[in-house]
């Protein structure tokens, strides 16, 4: 990826870990990666729809385990607490969004923008978790708490229409 696009070290290019944590390269584009990387969540989560709930659930619960340490490794080998680029967090984050979400790609569209909006305003106790909580379990937990609130207000409207 061209220098004028691209903040991300040259490692996410050549390490699995980095490319993963990076959500597949998403969060490589300079400006507002965590949006590019919640994009590249929204083709995952109509797959994930057509498991069983226990089965959405576990994808949930492996990628947060697995996020943790991909991202703390991450950020550890970067030097860096958390990385604008890295972004499994926001692709786990969106997906426990849709988690009960009706299928459709208003719904998609709808969670998309509940889970940018919490995760950027990072509301308490989204912030403070952002603030207090470092490593793997610290970068994660901010988008995961924001998904759980996105899922929240999706429910209600979900509810009301």
């Given at each position: 990826?061209?220098?004028?696009?691209?903040?991300?070290?040259?490692?996410?290019?050549?390490?699995?870990?980095?490319?993963?944590?990076?959500?597949?390269?998403?969060?490589?584009?300079?400006?507002?990666?965590?949006t590019?990387?919640?994009?590249?969540?929204?083709?995952?989560?109509?797959?994930?729809?057509?498991?069983?709930?226990?089965?959405?659930?576990?994808?949930?619960?492996?990628?947060?385990?697995?996020?943790?340490?991909?991202?703390?490794?991450?950020?550890?080998?970067?030097?860096?607490?958390?990385h604008?680029?890295?972004?499994?967090?926001?692709?786990?984050?969106?997906?426990?969004?849709?988690?009960?979400?009706?299928?459709?790609?208003?719904?998609?569209?709808?969670?998309?923008?509940?889970?940018?909006?919490?995760?950027?305003?990072?509301?308490?106790?989204?912030?403070?978790?952002?603030?207090?909580?470092?490593?793997?379990?610290?970068?994660?937990?901010?988008?995961?708490?924001?998904g759980?609130?996105?899922?929240?207000?999706?429910?209600?409207?979900?509810?009301?229409?």
């Amino acid at each position: 990826m061209p220098e004028s696009i691209s903040h991300a070290p040259a490692s996410v290019w050549r390490n699995p870990i980095h490319f993963l944590a990076f959500g597949f390269g998403s969060g490589a584009v300079r400006r507002a990666p965590g949006t590019w990387g919640t994009l590249a969540a929204v083709p995952f989560v109509p797959l994930w729809q057509h498991l069983p709930l226990s089965g959405y659930i576990l994808v949930l619960l492996v990628s947060t385990l697995v996020g943790v340490w991909l991202c703390g490794r991450t950020a550890k080998d970067l030097g860096v607490h958390d990385h604008s680029g890295i972004v499994w967090d926001e692709f786990v984050g969106y997906w426990l969004t849709m988690l009960l979400a009706p299928p459709g790609w208003l719904w998609l569209l709808g969670g998309f923008v509940l889970f940018r909006f919490f995760d950027i305003l990072k509301p308490w106790p989204i912030g403070w978790v952002d603030r207090k909580l470092h490593g793997g379990l610290g970068i994660m937990l901010d988008d995961v708490l924001a998904g759980a609130m996105a899922l929240a207000v999706l429910l209600v409207v979900e509810q009301l229409v």
